[in-house]
C-alpha cells in the first residue's frame, strides 16, 4: 500500500500541488498542461529519495531536473499495479543496450519495484527467439528491442502490437504523457503502410564512410595523388574515386610510419553477418532500386518490387532487381575491393572480428562502416586518437555508385526498436512498456546517447551537450544534424518475412566470394530462392490485403525499357571520381544542404 507523509498539519501536499504552488521552478507548466493523463498522488520520502539519485545519475538531460522529477513521478504511480513482478525483456548485444541491461533496468527496478530483467544476446538470437514467440504463441520475452527491418514482417504477420492503437486503448494508462513521438526521428521507418506505429525506436545508427583525415591532409600523399589521377584527395562522392583512394594507399603509399597500411576493410567470411553487408543497403549505394525515401518505390533496396503494398518479384523477368545489372555491379565490386585493398586476413573475418581493425591504425577508409563503432574508436590511447582526445579520422556520407540517381537512399540506418507481441500476457506487457519507455525517456534519453552514441530524439541531437561532444565524435553530430541523414533509413515494408528471406543472402554470396558462382549466378538464384518463399506466402495469403502476388516473367528488356528499376547494364561503370573536402561538407551541412 501507498503510504501517505504525515507533516504537522496533516498530509503532505502532493509534488503536483508543491509545483502547482510555485515550490518548484524551471519550465515545468508544459508538463502540468498535461495534468488529466499524469497521476496525482505523491511519492513517499524513501521513493523520492530514489528518484533524487536517479535524476543524478541520468545527467546529462533535455529536461530540467524539476520536469524529470515529473516524469519519475509518473512512473512510480503508474507500475504500482505491477510492483514486484518479474518482466523479463531483450535486446541485442551493443554498448547502448550494456548500458539499459546494466544501469537503466537496474535504476528502474529500484524506482518502480517491477524486477526488470534485461537479456543481451546476438541479434540473430533476437530474431530466432522472436519468431519462436511469434510461431508457437508462447510467451518467450515480455518485449522485444528488434531492428525495423522487420517492419513488413510485423505488419503482414499480424503477431505485433500495433503501438499506435495500443497508446491509445489499452495501454493509455502506462503511456508516458511526456513521451513526444514526434520527437523521435526513427518514427518513419517502424510505421506500416496503414500508417500505425508498430515499433518505438531505442537507437540508432548509420553505415557511413569512414577515413583517416589526418593522412588525407597531408600535403605529400595530396600531391601525390592528385598527379596521379587529376583530381584532389578528398571524401569521395562516388565509387570511381573510393576505388581510386583505395588503390593508391594498398600499392602506392603502401606504408606510414613503419607501417603496412591499406586503402580498404571489410570482411568475407561465410557468416550470417555477411548477410547485413549487403541487406543493408549495399545495393542501393550502388544504384540498385528506385529513387524514394525511407525506402525505393515500386523496387527497394533488396531489389523487390511491391505493386501497391504487395510483393511483386525479386527478380529482373517480374521486374525487380536483386539480380539486375546495378545487383551485379555491387556484389562484384565488394568482392575486387576485398581481395584487392584489403588487409589478406579480411577476406576470413566476421562483422564483429572486422570492427576494431580501423582502430588499430593501418586502414586508411572503409566504405560500409557503422557508426555503433563511435564509441570504441574513440578510447583513449588508440593509434587513431590524438594525445588530446580528438579523433584522427572522420566519417562522411557513404559515396555512391554508378546506377545512383538522385534521390535514392545512400546507405543503412539500424534502427532497433521497441516490439510488443500479442502473445503477451497484457499486464506483463503493460509492465515492460512502461521499461521500454523509461529507456526512451526524455529524462534518461540523452545520458544514454552520450554513452552508446546511437540518438534517438531530435531533441537530444540539438542539445547543448552534444555540441560540447561534437569534437571527440569525428562527424557524428553533423552528420545526424544534417539534412543528409534522411538518405540512410532501414529495411522497409517491401520485405515481408525478414526471418526467412534473410538467411538466403548470406549464403548466396559467400559462394560468389569463394569462387563457387559468378556474381551474375549468385544473384540470380538468391533472386528465385527470394521469390519462392513468396510464392509460398502468396499461396498461403500471409499479409492480407499486403500478401504477395508474383508477377509473370516477362524478358528483361521489357523491364529494362520501362521507367525506373531494374536498370540496363551501363557502357561506362567507372566515370571519373569526384571527392569533397571535408570542410567544405560539414560547411554545407550547417548550411541545410546535403552536400
Known sequence: MRQENKTAGGKRPSLRQR????????????????????PAAAMTPEQEAVARRIIEELQPSTLSKDEQMKELEWFVKAA????????????????????????????????????????????????????TQMQSGRNVYDAYINDSDLIGTHVRYGQAVALSDFM?????????????????????????????????????????????????ARPDLKEKFKAKYGYDLGVPLDWSAYEDIADFFTNDVKEIDGVRVYGHMDYGKKDPSLGWRFTDAWLSMAGAGDKGLPNGKPVDEWGI????????????????????????????????????????????????????????????QQIFWYTAFTA????????????????????????????W??????????????TLLKSTPPERRKAAWLYAQFTVSKTASLKKTLVGLTPIRESDIKSEAMTAAAPKLGGLVEFYRSPARVSWSPTGTNVPDYPKLAPLWWQN??????????????????????????????????????????????????????PGAPKAKLADEKPKGQTVAYDDLLKAWREGRAR
Open 305 to 364: 518490387r511491391v505493386e501497391g503494398c504487395r510483393p511483386a518479384g525479386a527478380s529482373v523477368a517480374r521486374g525487380g532487381d536483386t539480380n539486375g545489372p546495378a545487383a551485379v555491379y555491387a556484389l562484384t565490386k565488394y568482392i575486387d575491393w576485398l581481395k584487392k585493398y584489403a588487409p589478406p586476413e579480411a577476406a576470413g573475418m566476421t562483422f564483429s572480428e572486422a570492427g576494431p581493425v580501423p582502430a588499430q591504425g593501418n586502414v586508411a
Open 19 to 38: 509545483l502547482a504552488a510555485g515550490a518548484m521552478a524551471g519550465g515545468i507548466g508544459i508538463l502540468l498542461a498535461m495534468g488529466s493523463a499524469a
Open 168 to 216: 491509445s486503448g489499452e495501454g493509455k494508462d502506462v503511456t508516458l504523457p511526456t513521451l513526444d513521438v514526434k520527437d523521435f526521428i526513427g518514427t518513419s521507418f517502424t510505421t506500416g503502410p496503414d500508417g500505425k506505429l508498430y515499433q518505438l525506436p531505442d537507437q540508432q545508427f548509420a553505415n557511413l564512410y569512414w577515413f583517416r583525415a589526418d593522412w588525407f
Open 376 to 403: 570504441d574508436m574513440t578510447k583513449p590511447g588508440l593509434p587513431v586518437v590524438n594525445a588530446d582526445g580528438t579523433p584522427k579520422w572522420r566519417m562522411a556520407p557513404s559515396p555512391h555508385g554508378p546506377y
Open 80 to 131: 504500482e499495479p505491477f510492483k514486484g513482478m518479474d518482466i523479463n525483456v531483450v535486446s541485442e548485444t551493443i554498448t547502448t543496450h550494456e548500458y539499459e541491461s546494466k544501469t537503466l533496468a537496474r535504476l528502474f527496478s529500484e524506482l518502480t519495484g517491477i524486477r526488470l530483467k534485461h537479456d543481451l544476446i546476438q541479434e540473430g538470437d533476437v530474431i530466432e527467439k522472436l519468431q
Open 405 to 418: 540517381e538522385e534521390g535514392m537512399k545512400l546507405g543503412y540506418q539500424d534502427v532497433g526498436s521497441w
Open 509 to 562: 554470396i559467400a559462394e560468389a566470394v569463394t569462387g563457387e558462382r559468378t556474381p551474375q549466378q549468385a544473384m540470380d538464384k538468391l533472386a528465385d530462392q527470394m521469390e519462392q518463399v513468396l510464392a509460398r506466402m502468396e499461396r498461403a495469403g500471409i499479409g492480407g490485403d499486403c500478401a504477395p502476388k508474383l508477377n509473370k516473367q516477362q524478358d528483361a528488356k521489357v523491364w529494362f525499357d520501362a
